[in-house]
Every structure is written in C-alpha cells, then in structure tokens.
C-alpha cells in the first residue's frame, strides 16, 4: 500500500483511520469501565438496601408467627375442643374464640382475616374477620403440601374471596393441637399482600423483588422477577449473607441480582435489567464517539490541508521531472522553500543543471566522435594501401629470384592482418600463435639455422580469445636483447589449459634481463613493448591474472602469462573499453 498509494490519499487516510481506531478503542474502554463501575456502585447500594428492608420485613414476619402463636396458646387457654360433648360449654367456648381471633385481626391492618379448620366447623358472621371451615378441606387446598410435614409454615400468594371480591394475600398456617398432643385443627392468618408488597418496595419505585423462604419458595414479588428454580437454589445454596452476580443468557436478556439473607433464612432478591444499569455507560460511550465524530470531521479538515501542503511540493517536483526533456524550465522551481523540500528542489536544480552541462558534453563528445570515425574511414586506406604495396613488392621479389624477400614479405603482409585485425581487440589464440610463428619465421630467415624455436598448444585452447599483440613483444625481446651478443637462440612457446584458465610459457636460454628492465628510460624511444602489455593485462583482468618474469642472468629468461579463459568476446571488449577509458 505504501508503494502504490499516493502520497496524499495515504496520508489523510493513515491519519483518519488511526483516530478513528484510536476514538473506537477509547468509547470501548470508556464504556466498559463505566459498565463495570455502575454495576459495582448499584450492586452495593443494593445490598444496603435490601439488607435495610430485610430487617423491616422480617420484623413484621416475626410478628406475625408470634400472633400466630399467641392465638395457639390461648385457644389452649380457652380449651376449646369441637368434640365437647356439653353444647352450652362449647357454645360458651366458641364465643370466646371467635372474640379472641377478631381481637388479632382488629389489631393489625396487615391481616386480613382468620381461617380456622376444625372438625364439626360452625357458622360465623359473614361480614367478620373468620372463617370456620371443615378439616377435612385442607387437605384439597393447593397450599396443604407446604404444611403437611411441618408444624406451621409460610404459604406463597394466592387470592380469597371476600366481600369486596377477590383479595391476594400471604398466609401463615399454624397446625393445632390439644392438651393431650392430638392434632385437632389448622389456624391460617392471611396477610394482605399489598402490605408485604409495600414492606418489600420500601421507598423505591419500579423495582423488581422477590421475597423467599429458608426452603428456597416464592412468597411474595413485585415487578417482574423472573427466576428459574434452579437459580433459587444456588442462591439459597449460598453461605453469603448478601452479594451480587452477573446472570447472563436469560430470554429477556443480561440482568443484575442482589441478594440479602436474614438470620431467620428469609431471603430478598431484587433483579435489575442490565441495560437499566449500563444506559449510563452507552450514553457516556455515545457522547465520546459523538464528540469523537465531530472531531474526526474537524480533523479531517485540518489534514487535507497539511497534506496538501506537504504533497503540494512533491508535486510539483514530479511535474517538472516530466518536463526533463525541456531546456530552461529549472529557474521556475520555487525558491522560498528553506527546510527539506528546500533541499530537494535545491538539489534537483544542481542536478538538472548538471544534467545540461553533460547533455552538452555528450553533443560535443558525439561531434568528435563522428570526426574521428571520418578519420578511421580514411586511416582504413593507409592499410590497404600497405597491403596492395607489398602485394607487389612480393611479385617484384618472385620476379628477380629473391626468395628470401618474397617470404619475408610474404609473412609481413600476414602478421600486419592479424595485428590490425579490422580493429577487434581481442582475436583468437590461433591467431595470436600464426603472428608469432610468422615473426619468428622472419628472424629464422636472418638467423638461419642459429635460430631455433617450438611452439605447442592445446587444441581446445586455440578457440579461446586473447588481447592481440600479447606474446610477441617477449619474443621479440628475447631475440633482440636475450640474444645480443649470442651465436645461437632458442625460444619455446606453450599454451595449456590450467582449471578455468589458461597459461602461456615463453622461454628462451639468452643472456637474461637486468634488474631495472621495467623502469622507464630516459630515451623517449624503445622499451616499450613488455611494459605495455604488463600493463593491458593489469587493467585488463587485475589480480590473481597478470604476467610474472623469473630471469637468471646469462642463463635465461622465462615469462609466464595467466589469463582467464575468455569465450564470449563481446562482454569482455565491453569490460575492456570502459576500463581503458577510465585509466
């Protein structure tokens, strides 16, 4: 993306989406940590709260297991039995009880009214607090099994028919028993629910409670707790007196429940929404991202103008290098800019200016160039011209019987073709062996049989190239200084293959060179040949290629020539040129 988005478009848009990750991240942790913070502040407030109403509720509970239990006693005191024989005692009785249990429910509005089941029940008054029904119909009552193996128990909200229609109540069963220990009747104080519901409400509106018993049963609710029999259980399973959990993946979504636990195992649970607690945090979350936006979009404004002034120069240098082909154009760069894009402009106008100067260079260059091939086009006529002389100077020669001069002409003719070689610089071994073995047929010629040499070479090497002109100089310096002086001379060439090189040996046994051979003389002529091609070769290929000389004087002279096997011409004469004009 670096390398294929402009410039400008990768600049807004790196820095816009970076803020807008960076707002995403911050709403999110803003949001979580305010969550989490609310959940923890409502949670204890909750348990405060419900531990404040737990207190109240129980009271009141409490109070009406005691009246419950005062009613047991004094029925006892009144010993009022539904088997007594004498009606008038048992008439006198039941006066006594009813007063007695209309005196508990006139004394508290939280009861409603008074169920007494006992056999041979008895009418009471319609319009008073008790009721008086047969024993035997507890037992079809839905609540029985709450009390059927206890003594006296809470029973979960139902709804009695009154007067004044149908009223919910919570009620209290007590079972009753004689002196002599014999189950008799059952006592059942209703409780108006409005009155547990108000002491479970306390002072706070649109809540969800639910108030439950040591056996884990729903008593009494308001709102709309929804719990499962098994999430009652944990809770009732738990030895915390008060405490909070997370319920999650419930049909109507994530909720809150608090919890608080009496002594006497009452247990009130209040459920709050998740989303009731956490509005707080998505509106804070909203608020960021909504200030977030309005900053992006300020943003956003802010850097498409300093990217522009940041593009506007790269742009501006990338159209004038478009117009490279055009003279005169670099004094129109601007001037004004001082720090980096200074500094580019600055230097691409130096570079463009330089670029003219070679411009003009190469025009002048490539004037001289055509001029000097002009004069190569006129120089090639000077060797032809040499050639067709001693064309006929060899005819000459045939024609008045000079042998010797017609050979000597013959192979001078032959070395100057290859040592012009149509301008090549590199020319095959074969021919660089055929230029030597013609020189040294030349001075054989002079020599006689004085002069002897061999030349040996593998034929595979023959199709090697080699820099012209590299093993005569040495040939001819041996002859015309190794054998100064000298009545015979012998010179043995050889070409050999070594790994991916090749070595030539020349050797000869004349007088040797002296230790200063390769120091420039004073003369300006001569002693050039030797030193010329030492250095061709050292600007040719360098190290570990080169030519090394071992002489011993009066003995000999030995030259050894290492090269690289040279194949493909071309690359090589390339390498050549551009060397030989560097040096």
Request: neutral net charge; glycine residues 6%.
């Amino acid at each position: 993306m670096f390398k294929r988005v402009r410039i400008g478009r990768l600049f807004f848009g790196s820095f816009a989406a970076f803020i807008a990750v960076l707002l995403l991240i911050s709403s999110w942790i803003s949001y979580s940590l305010t969550s989490r913070e609310l959940a923890s502040n409502t949670a204890n407030y909750q348990q405060d709260l419900l531990n404040e109403l737990n207190k109240r509720l129980v009271t009141q509970l409490n109070s009406i297991e005691q009246m419950s239990l005062a009613a047991y006693r004094n029925i006892e005191t009144i010993s009022f039995d539904p088997l007594e024989s004498d009606l008038f005692e048992r008439n006198r009785r039941k006066v006594d009880l009813v007063s007695l249990l209309a005196s508990i429910t006139y004394s508290t509005t939280m009861v409603q009214s008074i169920y007494l089941y006992i056999e041979r029940p008895f009418s009471t008054d319609a319009q008073g607090p008790l009721r008086v029904y047969d024993l035997q119909k507890v037992k079809e009552e839905a609540w029985f099994p709450s009390i059927q193996n206890n003594d006296f128990a809470w029973i979960e909200e139902r709804t009695i028919p009154t007067n004044s229609g149908p009223i919910p109540v919570i009620s209290f069963a007590r079972k009753l028993y004689n002196n002599s220990g014999i189950y008799y009747g059952m006592l059942l104080l209703n409780v108006k629910s409005s009155e547990i519901q108000n002491l479970i409400r306390g002072e706070t509106e649109g809540r969800s409670r639910l108030l439950v018993d040591a056996s884990g049963r729903k008593i009494a609710a308001i709102g709309n707790p929804d719990l499962q029999e098994s999430e009652l259980e944990n809770i009732r399973l738990l030895k915390e007196k008060s405490g909070s959990i997370h319920l999650t993946a419930k049909p109507q979504g994530d909720s809150l429940l608090v919890w608080s636990k009496s002594p006497s195992n009452w247990t009130l649970i209040e459920m709050t929404p998740w989303n009731t607690i956490i509005h707080g945090s998505i509106r804070l979350a909203l608020i960021l991202l909504t200030v977030g936006l309005s900053a992006i979009f300020v943003a956003s404004f802010v850097t498409f103008f300093i990217s522009r002034q940041f593009t506007t120069p790269i742009k501006l240098l990338v159209a004038f290098m478009g117009k490279l082909p055009d003279r005169g154009f670099v004094a129109d760069l601007p001037r004004d800019y001082t720090n980096e894009f200074g500094n580019l402009f600055n230097g691409y106008r130096k570079q463009m200016e330089r670029i003219e100067e070679l411009l003009e260079s190469l025009k002048a260059q490539h004037k001289r160039q055509r001029e000097a091939e002009i004069k190569a086009l006129q120089a090639m006529i000077n060797p032809h011209f040499l050639y067709n002389t001693l064309d006929q100077l060899n005819w000459l020669a045939i024609d008045s019987g000079q042998d010797k001069i017609s050979k000597i002409l013959s192979l001078m003719g032959k070395m100057f073709r290859i040592g012009l070689s149509n301008g090549e610089t590199l020319i095959p071994i074969a021919d660089e062996i055929t230029h030597v073995e013609c020189y040294l047929q030349i001075q054989q010629i002079r020599w006689g049989d004085r002069l002897t040499f061999t030349i040996s070479a593998d034929e595979s090497a023959k199709e090697l190239y080699i820099p012209r002109l590299t093993l005569q100089p040495f040939i001819e310096n041996a002859i015309i200084h190794g054998f100064h002086g000298r009545k015979t001379g012998n010179i043995r060439v050889s070409v050999h293959l070594q790994n991916q090189d090749i070595r030539f040996q020349i050797e000869d046994n004349g007088v040797g060179l002296r230790p200063d051979w390769d120091q420039p003389k004073a003369r300006k002529t001569g002693g050039y040949g030797m030193r010329n091609v030492k250095e061709r070769m050292e600007a040719y290929f360098g190290p570990p290629y080169g030519i090394r000389i071992t002489s011993t004087e009066g003995t000999g002279t030995e030259v050894t020539i290492l090269l690289p096997q040279i194949r493909n011409k071309e690359e090589v004469e390339e390498r050549y040129d551009v060397e030989n004009t560097h040096y």
